[in-house]
């Protein structure tokens, strides 16, 4: 006999993949029991099946009668197409020997109540326990939904005694003991196609539907013709793999010492199973192993009596358990008990499991002896179902998007959407990541919107927000000119202004969600001369130190002290109230007087370009300039006779006796340097090559300080005007200018 490492080994491989998603216990029973006790386990298996059948969670592929039509040997399939072989005895022998002295064998049963769902019964009448129906079915009833698994009902015989526990509940006395104990299970019928019938000891009859799935991996072999051999017979039988498609798989055996067991290397998926029995054989089991590569596994078990012989080497047994703690009752008399995990520990003759917290489903082996008889037992306990979000919370620009979505789950994810502008379409177990794509159609409104995404299996239940901008309002063009600001305190109500960024590339445009949106603008000469459609026009109400901020549909507003944003609100508050600061290159601090975001910035990081509040300037987010509107052409230059700079609001008259004037030949440039005696303010002409007459065209480069402050440091177009009583006029068609002694 190969090595019970090696068996342990290869059933690790053998158990891994298939049964990964198996959410319940199936207790798998390879022959009639002759014992009560064993008798119970069965009817333990039967009840539990049954719970798991009507509740959805497997499917009877098939059902063949056993040569001596003592039960059923199944093939269960659960909703991702795993499967499992199991045998259910019918419980046909000793009926009529339940009753009398040998005590009561309880006869177990289930019927639907007039709420829809299944109660179990215990000898023709409701099974209570706390005076309350014991529901069969994992189905509340509301709406036809599924709602919590039904508790686990367990019988057991002690003392003499039965006694029937449901859940974690305590054992509750039924009656005396019976020699003979009786599953429910009657018979099966899946010769339909559409239903398979299964009627049970109290003539309840009950029609569950056949599970359709995809292929899984499996071996199709009639083993009917190694059910019965005699010592040293050789038999042979073919069969079939069912893998699904781009699966390769390699096949493997378990057989007792001095067996021989050959497999023909398949071909299209078929090929020969030869087994032999040795001369001194006795019965026993040989497993056939497929391996997929993508590490799911199948075993197909042959019961073989020989004739003559009794059963020999270990009692190979399995069980299938959720991800919840659980426990295992050993047989009566266990000894030698060796475990390979450490999630599994013995109490007296009660196996313990612990809880599976880990995304994968996991397999240990014990093994143990009972009058000497060595039991190998197989545990697979299922995976802690769950989904993961990557994040949870998108958001997405009015003009719609695709986003690539990921999400980890370990269970197949239902996705649903609760708007129609929002669709989710996958892309083609530990976590493994599974791939989304959110399409998001455009928002063709001037409001923002939101809604969800749902990703669920079963109770399982992750919802991602969808936050979608608004259409960006776009604002009619502005008439009239814009010239850059360097002095704030030429500011007055009723002021138009633009705000614009410091690259002079972009204005403040109209309200996008949460902040205000960028417009292209062209300035020439720090002017912006015609405003394109789109750019924000702001007017100016309060006065110096508390400006209000008015755009068409109300006031810029700062949020909040943890967001930025720029809003607009329909009444002045602190957080609409702002002050504003200019230093001589015109970089404007405009602040709100609430909010510890409250600095009015542009954002220049590529994506996420805009006009909004921050607590401070950063690398991306910089200070902003003021264009102001220029109003109708002040009193021309040439109406004033003072000596001084008239530049519109910012006007310096000088004195004579006070102010000196130099006169200096450069070649043939003529250049006039106007000087304020402590050199505060000085104006310098350029631009010309003969003597200055009106008409000429000319540079006046104006730098001007207000005490300790650069206020003014430009040069600007201007036109010779008038030369008269030794005094030179020299100014624009916007009533800027100078007037300086000849």
Excluded at 209 to 221: A, C, E, M
Excluded at 383 to 411: H, W
Excluded at 701 to 706: I, L, R
Aim: with cysteine; charged share 20%.
């Amino acid at each position: 006999m190969k090595k019970l490492f090696y068996v342990m080994a290869s059933l690790v491989l053998l158990f891994s993949g298939c049964t990964r998603e198996l959410e319940s216990r199936l207790t798998e029973v390879e022959s009639r029991l002759a014992k009560v006790e064993d008798q119970v386990k069965e009817l333990n298996s039967q009840v539990s099946l049954i719970q798991k059948l009507i509740s959805g969670k497997y499917f009877v592929q098939s059902a063949t009668e056993l040569p001596d039509g003592s039960g059923y040997k199944l093939v269960l399939v659960d909703k991702d197409g795993n499967t499992l072989e199991k045998t259910v005895l019918n419980g046909k022998d000793g009926v009529d020997g339940v009753n009398g002295e040998d005590g009561v064998s309880p006869s177990v049963s289930i019927k639907q109540d007039t709420d829809g769902n299944y109660y179990w019964t215990l000898n023709g009448e409701w099974l209570l326990v706390g005076g309350e129906k014991v529901r069969a079915s994992g189905i509340d009833g509301k709406d036809g939904e599924n709602g919590k698994d039904a508790p686990l009902t367990e019988f057991k015989v002690e003392n003499g005694k039965w006694y029937v526990k449901v859940g974690d509940g305590a054992w509750t006395y039924v009656g005396e003991a019976a020699t003979v104990v009786v599953g429910p299970i009657a018979s099966i019928d899946a010769s339909h196609p559409d239903v398979v019938v299964i009627t049970l000891t109290d003539n309840t009859v009950l029609e569950l539907p056949r599970g359709t799935f995809g292929v899984k991996l499996q071996i199709l072999l009639d083993d009917a013709v190694f059910q019965h051999m005699t010592a040293g017979q050789t038999q042979s039988a073919s069969y079939e793999v069912k893998a699904p498609t781009g699966i390769t798989y390699t096949l493997d055996s378990y057989e007792p010492e001095n067996w021989k067991v050959t497999i023909s290397e398949p071909k299209d998926n078929k090929g020969i199973v030869t087994i032999s029995v040795p001369s001194t054989g006795k019965s026993s089991k040989v497993l056939l192993i497929a391996n997929g590569s993508d590490g799911s596994s199948y075993a197909k078990v042959l019961h073989i009596e020989v004739e003559g012989g009794e059963e020999e080497g270990p009692v190979v047994m399995q069980e299938m358990m959720d991800a919840t703690a659980g426990s295992i009752e050993l047989p009566a008399g266990a000894t030698d008990f060796v475990s390979s995990a450490s999630w599994l520990t013995l109490s007296g003759t009660k196996l313990l499991i612990a809880a599976n917290d880990t995304y994968d489903a996991r397999m240990a082996m014990v093994s143990f002896k009972v009058g000497g008889k060595e039991y190998f037992f197989t545990i697979l306990q299922a995976q802690k179902d769950a989904i993961v979000l990557t994040e949870n919370a998108l958001q997405v620009g009015a003009e719609g998007e695709e986003i690539p979505f990921v999400i980890k789950a370990n269970v197949t994810v239902e996705v649903v959407a609760d708007v129609d502008w929002i669709t989710v379409t996958p892309a083609t177990k530990g976590l493994e990541d599974k791939p989304f794509t959110v399409t998001v159609a455009a928002n063709g409104s001037t409001d923002p919107r939101e809604g969800t995404i749902t990703f669920s299996s079963g109770e399982l239940q992750q919802v991602v927000t969808v936050t979608q901008e608004a259409k960006e309002a776009v604002l009619p063009p502005v008439s009239g000119a814009f010239e850059l600001l360097t002095d704030a305190s030429l500011l007055q109500e009723g002021d138009q202004i633009l705000i614009v960024n410091q690259a002079k590339s972009h204005a403040m445009g109209a309200q996008n969600g949460t902040y205000r949106s960028r417009t292209s603008v062209t300035i020439v000469d720090d002017t912006v001369s015609e405003p394109e459609e789109g750019v924000a026009v702001i007017t100016l109400e309060g006065g110096e130190g508390a400006w209000n901020l008015k755009v068409s549909n109300g006031y810029l507003a700062a949020q909040n002290d943890s967001k930025n944003q720029l809003l607009t609100v329909d009444n002045v508050t602190d957080f609409a109230t702002w002050s504003i600061v200019l230093d001589v290159d015109g970089l404007a601090t405009i602040k709100a007087a609430a909010g510890a975001r409250n600095t009015l910035l542009y954002n220049s990081q590529s994506g996420t370009e805009r006009f909004s509040c921050y607590a401070n300037t950063s690398n991306n987010t910089k200070e902003v300039l003021i264009y102001h509107k220029l109003g109708a052409p002040a009193t021309p230059v040439t109406q004033y006779d003072a000596l001084g700079v008239y530049l519109g609001k910012q006007e310096r008259i000088y004195q004579a006796g006070t102010d000196q004037y130099v006169r200096s030949y450069e070649g043939s440039a003529l250049q006039f340097v106007l000087l304020e005696p402590q050199g505060k303010e000085q104006v310098k002409l350029s631009g010309f090559t003969t003597a200055l007459q009106p008409g000429d065209a000319v540079t006046v480069s104006v730098n001007w300080k207000k005490n300790k402050t650069q206020v003014v440091e430009k040069d600007y177009p201007m036109t010779v005007l008038k030369d008269q009583d030794g005094k030179l006029w020299v100014g624009d068609a916007k009533g800027r200018g100078v007037i300086i002694r000849k």
